[in-house]
């Protein structure tokens, strides 16, 4: 990532001399410095999100193949009027060992449409849906399977 930074500034400067070289040094290992001591922020993590980023996308794949899904089943729910909504709040248990990971799931059911996280509890999610059939099989779904990879 620094070098990413480092080569961004050297971009934007448009130029190369001395003092923008040495003051981007400065500033990439500030930063640097800054990350580590406030997010502690490594090495050896930024080398995991690079070997994840693989299954980051398939994941965001994923995600936008089921807001479609979701935003399909919604819309038959309006149109079709006839079908009744029973909303329903209910509580689903992962087993994710991050905050990360289970700070990505609580967003993607938000994301999809229908579904909406309202409470976390570690390892428990508490979903608001228009219908109890729109969060089973979260537990073992695929957004579950993946995060579990990318901790591993």
Do not use: Q
Request: charged share 20%; hydrophobic share 50%; glycine share 6%.
């Amino acid at each position: 990532m620094y070098l990413l930074l480092f080569a961004l500034w050297l971009l934007l400067n448009e130029k190369i001399t001395t003092e923008i070289v040495l003051f981007g040094i400065g500033i990439v290992l500030l930063l640097a410095v800054l990350s580590y001591v406030l997010f502690g922020y490594t090495p050896k993590k930024e080398l995991r999100l690079y070997r994840n980023l693989p299954l980051f996308l398939v994941y965001l794949c994923v995600l936008a193949a089921e807001i479609l899904k979701a935003n399909v089943t919604v819309l038959g729910i309006i149109l079709r009027r006839k079908k009744k909504i029973t909303p329903a709040l209910v509580t689903i248990r992962v087993d994710l060992k991050t905050d990360f990971a289970r700070y990505i799931l609580a967003n993607s059911i938000t994301l999809t449409p229908g579904t909406i996280t309202v409470h976390t509890d570690g390892n428990a999610f508490t979903v608001h849906c228009l219908s109890a059939e729109m969060i089973e099989g979260t537990e073992t779904g695929i957004f579950v399977r993946l995060l579990r990879k990318m901790e591993a």
